[in-house]
């Protein structure tokens, strides 16, 4: 199948990657003549672990290609699928469709033969009719049917996502569109059988939100599990073991921590709750996650302030972890952002170290000390802060970062680390959800 991927951000580029390792050919546009440019060189506008391998491969055998031009790229396409932004909009948090509309009105003004355009950004329900609203005004005669085919991949693990997903959502009612779809994907089964739900294109719209809304809040739930542990003296980390075993609530994403963050949970809340307002169908549960997520992040800076005996200022924190989840450099909304905000706001200098978040961190920080290493972060500094659970970070060598700081203050804000571990090597512990200490 010869496939278009307009967008090569991180769904665009990963989906490109990977229907092109499955044998398709596979042509990724975007606008960003430097970001082409930068491809075509295999340096990657993102940090996904293996991506890089997988892009040089398929394009030294011929399968992936990059350009700006939209027409060559669509031309002859069997199915175009835009993989194009849709950041939260300003004032009422609704997805920005300006980008979707425009690659659409774009796509059915090159399109040389009847495709499938299928949406892979995530977007309100209701949005493929507007797509095929547009292709219908501008294309009359093309032959173009719409589908939802929403994303579910994890950064850090987008690729093992794509190809061996959990399942693949098709939203379409035309039988053209299933049978091309039914080719892009049968590659899969080869690997295993990974179902394949065709629904409605609304259904498929509406799945993505509500799986990544539900996620969100079993993160929060948990969250508030925590911070009740925290004053009845119970530990969270058994408390979601406890819970998790039950099949029907299962261990994932039961993990107390600073909050969530990143580009999916954030933007898709948001988006999801102006659908049901504009709906009239208020979606309470989603609202008061929404809200206690975002007053947890800067509780977390609140929790490192007190921990360092209530008064920060002039002192320095260390800073472990900045991106909002491992193995990526994406600082959208990351907890960091809150964290040293509320640390910096109460007096405190900051230094940080992240694996690979720094550049990106760098645009959106002021006034922080970016560091080489942990050692750095901790050298000097009051207090030491794992803010993100990097592998880097899980056997440091605690009697080295004890005798770097000024004070032997640890906050552990992802419980990577047993309590007696530390207390052992002569820290002062502080974690998330757990027994007091005192």
């Given at each position: ?351 940080a170290y992240d694996p690979e978040g720094v550049e990106q961190a760098a645009k959106m920080l002021t006034d ?56 052992r090597a002569g820290l002062q512990y502080t974690g998330v959800g757990k027994p007091s200490h005192d």
């Amino acid at each position: 199948m010869r496939i278009a991927m307009i967008g090569t951000g991180y769904v665009g580029l990963v989906s490109g990657a990977c229907f092109s390792d499955f044998g398709h050919e596979v042509v990724c546009v975007d606008k960003d003549a430097r970001k082409i440019e930068l491809l075509h060189q295999n340096v990657m506008p993102i940090y996904e672990p293996g991506l890089d391998a997988l892009v040089a491969s398929n394009v030294k055998a011929g399968r992936l290609s990059f350009t700006t031009d939209l027409a060559e790229g669509v031309k002859d396409a069997d199915a175009v699928f835009i993989a194009v932004g849709t950041p939260s909009r300003r004032g009422d948090g609704h997805a920005d469709l300006s980008y979707v509309f425009a690659a659409a009105r774009e796509i059915a003004e090159n399109l040389t033969k009847p495709s499938v355009i299928v949406t892979k950004s995530t977007v309100p329900v209701g949005t493929g009719d507007e797509v095929e609203r547009i292709i219908a005004e501008v294309a009359p005669n093309s032959g173009a049917k719409v589908v939802s085919n929403p994303e579910f991949l994890r950064e850090g693990a987008a690729i093992e996502d794509f190809k061996r997903p959990d399942r693949v959502v098709v939203g379409t009612d035309d039988e053209f569109a299933r049978q091309v779809m039914r080719e892009i994907y049968r590659p899969l089964s080869l690997n295993q059988s990974a179902p394949v739900l065709f629904t409605g294109r609304r259904t498929s719209e509406l799945i993505k939100y509500a799986a990544n809304a539900f996620l969100a809040v079993k993160i929060t739930f948990i969250n508030e599990i925590a911070d009740l542990c925290e004053q009845v003296g119970a530990d969270v980390q058994e408390v979601s073991r406890g819970i998790g075993m039950d099949n029907r609530i299962g261990g994932k994403f039961l993990h107390a921590g600073p909050g969530y963050g990143g580009s999916c949970f954030p933007k898709d809340t948001l988006a999801l709750m102006k659908t049901a307002a504009d709906n009239e169908t208020p979606l309470r549960i989603v609202e008061a996650t929404v809200q206690v997520n975002d007053a947890r992040k800067r509780a977390m800076g609140r929790k490192v302030i007190k921990a360092m005996g209530g008064d920060v200022r002039g002192k320095t924190v260390g800073i472990l972890g900045l991106t909002f989840k491992p193995n990526t450099d994406d600082m959208r909304d990351a907890p960091s952002l809150s964290i040293i905000a509320a640390l910096q706001d109460a007096g405190a200098t900051v230094k940080a170290y992240d694996p690979e978040g720094v550049e990106q961190a760098a645009k959106m920080l002021t006034d922080v000390e970016f560091v080489a290493n942990p050692y750095a972060a901790a050298e000097g500094s009051d207090a030491l802060v794992i803010v993100t659970e990097w592998d880097a970070f899980r056997a440091l060598d605690l009697t080295r970062i004890k005798n770097s700081l000024n004070s032997p203050v640890l906050v552990d804000l992802r419980n990577i680390y047993p309590p007696a571990e530390l207390e052992r090597a002569g820290l002062q512990y502080t974690g998330v959800g757990k027994p007091s200490h005192d």
